[in-house]
DNA sequence: CGGCTAATTAGCTAACACGCTAGATAATCG
DNA sequence: CGATTATCTAGCGTGTTAGCTAATTAGCCG
């Protein structure tokens, strides 16, 4: 249920980008890495537990693919926290102009 | 140098969220969680080093802020991520319909 | 300089995460 | 059903991390 901590190893990252290009099995995905089959397995199932990614059946098979909504979660965190950091950088701007203008008024 | 590493803890997220709202110094941000001061400088250090948070000196204050090209960034990925999912979604639509209209055509 | 405040680093323990190999499970095919 | 293929779970070793308390550094002020 935590996409960040999900998200916090470079090798649950480069799955995460795998499946963006499309679906894959899971040995397959495996394949890509240079680390025992198992290991990666078990990064399939952090990703899996935390809703990033899903998995259907076909023979014996394990077919996985992204599973979008849990990343926009996430994006729309950083999203509220850009957002108020870039809205109080605004409004300091705006505070800062107004100074200047009311020096120049003043003369 | 790892922003999603540094995002992976909820108390970091914390410190994250509370300073989008606006700057604070050390001790107020240890302040208000229940661990010990030098835990959350710890949790400090980790989102310094990953360029997620900066300081300044101020008389024996540090003051804290947000570092947000480094969120900016971790965004990109997602927002990557994200639109190279939909995409192949919105040629597998496309890719459908297409088949749709096929299929009315020749009755 | 000596005392004070703010924050950090040092050093410890317990828990967790990642890698491995070996064995178990699940679904298919002859 | 027995063999095969694909994948996962179990269990172990090791390194890292989060928490703690105690000691240290850094900057100010009389």
Do not use: C
Not at 24 to 49: C, M, Q, T, W, Y
Not at 50 to 75: C, D, F, K, M, W
Not at 77 to 86: C, G, I, N, R
């Amino acid at each position: 249920m935590d996409v960040f901590e999900a998200l916090a190893d470079p090798t649950r990252r480069e799955i995460v980008a795998m499946l963006a290009a499309g679906e894959r099995n899971a040995g397959d995905i495996a394949g890509r890495f240079p680390i025992a089959g198992p290991s990666v397995s078990r990064h399939l199932k952090v990703l899996r537990e935390s809703g990033v990614i899903a998995y259907r059946q076909e023979a014996t098979s394990r077919i996985y693919r992204l599973e979008p909504q849990s990343l926009s979660e996430a994006r729309q965190w950083m999203d509220a926290v850009l957002d108020a950091t870039k809205a109080r950088f605004d409004r300091l701007g705006a505070h800062l102009d107004e100074m200047k203008r009311r020096e120049e008024d003043d003369g």
